[in-house]
């Protein structure tokens, strides 16, 4: 049996969505700025999908500028907050993705910002009041915090702290790209200057995401050499990929609800089986819980045994993918800083699984079997 439950890494296109995007590898090949009839037909395809991103996110179309994917709608708002004068310090967190990580550190190495990390409690959520202070006691800053982690799942009330930068006139990020498509972001009702999304993590193409610019935001372009995406991102357009994620997105909303009860059910099947087959079995940070975690992500920590390093190689070998990594020691950069982070003990295996609507019951049993046959526990 083969079992992909490593869709927080990527998630596989949807058929529906390869319908949509063909004619636009195929037929509709003009460059969408040319002025000639193969030309037009192309950038209305752009712009039919800018608006329908839009209308789900409850926001201008205008506000919608597509990228290569999460990584760059990261970093270009970040190095765009700080180039626009309109920040001097970031404050984020020890456990949001390297591309916004690595962005804010390689900007505070080169002398260009003070970063501060928001303190975090022993799951991971950050501390409000000690943003709070950060904020009081610093000039004018970026908030970047994210919506969902991918490593452990924690859910944060980006509503809440989008309140509180307004409250502190900080600018606000929120890397949403774990949480887009799951959940519905409805622009209008949160104070956020910037979302990113990232198709191929529902069921998209790779290559291809979104960075939310609020409108009375100015920030400059990132990529220079041409006027596409209205001076913001020069290059010539993927259009395949803006199809195919305008398309994703659009069935991600359609059935969100009916895709969430689904996938909530196959995370509550792994844990109620691990904590039978596993005795001593943990989740890290809130990705026990049904509620305060992204539905899709299970984080699990093993109990310690002789075989916990081997053990994604081991569930490779059954077929079985998945990710995950034991806390970095200290002084070491290999390993989770997620975890890290966490104070997680290093000596336990941690294995991330991730959910999608294709995943079954089935695989999930598969999936345990396996794992207490890997701990030579009878499942
Ligand atoms: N941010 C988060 C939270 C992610 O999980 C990822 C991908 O793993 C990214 C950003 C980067 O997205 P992309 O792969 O589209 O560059």
């Known amino acids: ?173 929120s890397d949403t790209v774990q949480a887009m498509a799951h959940y519905r972001h409805d622009l209008q009702d949160i104070d956020v200057h910037f979302v990113v999304g990232s198709a191929h993590k529902f069921h998209g193409p790779k290559g291809i995401g979104f960075l939310y610019v609020k409108a009375d935001h100015k920030i400059p372009p990132f990529i220079h050499g041409g006027a596409q995406e209205r001076n913001m991102r020069g290059g010539t357009e993927n259009v395949t990929g803006i199809v195919g994620l305008a398309k994703a997105l659009q069935i991600a909303y359609e059935k969100m609800d009916d895709h969430r009860q689904y996938i909530q059910g196959l995370k509550r099947h792994m844990i109620e089986q691990l904590e039978v087959t596993l005795p001593g079995v943990k989740f890290n940070g809130l990705s026990g819980g049904i509620d305060n975690s992204l539905y899709t992500v299970l984080n699990v920590s093993l109990p310690p045994t002789d075989d916990s390093e081997m053990l994604l190689f081991n569930l490779d070998i059954n077929g079985i993918s998945a990710s995950g990594g034991s806390a970095c020691s200290s002084g ?3 390993g989770s800083h997620v975890l890290a982070a966490l104070n997680s003990d290093p000596q336990r295996a941690s294995v991330r699984f991730s959910f999608s609507k294709y995943n079954t019951l089935e695989e999930v049993d598969y999936v345990v079997q396996k794992v207490g046959e890997i701990f030579q526990v009878k499942a």
């Open 1 to 173: 049996m083969q079992v992909y439950l490593d869709n927080a890494a990527t998630t596989p296109l949807d058929p529906e969505v390869l319908e949509a995007m063909k004619p636009y590898l195929l037929d509709h090949y003009g460059n969408p700025s040319s002025i000639h009839s193969h030309g037009r037909q192309v950038r209305s395809a752009i712009e039919k999908s800018r608006r329908t991103v839009a209308e789900l996110l409850n926001t201008s179309p205008a506000e919608i500028f597509f990228t290569s994917g999460g990584t760059e709608a990261d970093n270009h708002a970040i190095t765009g907050s700080l180039q626009s004068g309109e920040v001097n310090h970031i404050i984020t967190s020890r456990i949001e993705h390297h591309a916004v990580l690595h962005t804010v550190q390689h900007l505070e190495k080169q002398d260009k910002v003070k970063v501060s990390y928001v303190e975090l409690d022993s799951q991971g959520s950050p501390e409000p009041d000690h943003l709070e202070k950060l904020l009081q006691s610093n000039g004018p800053s970026l908030v970047s915090l994210m919506h969902a982690n991918n490593e452990i799942g924690n859910l944060t009330d980006i509503k809440k702290i989008g309140e509180v930068c307004r409250q502190y006139q900080a600018v606000f990020h």
């Open 332 to 334: 070491s950069n290999v």
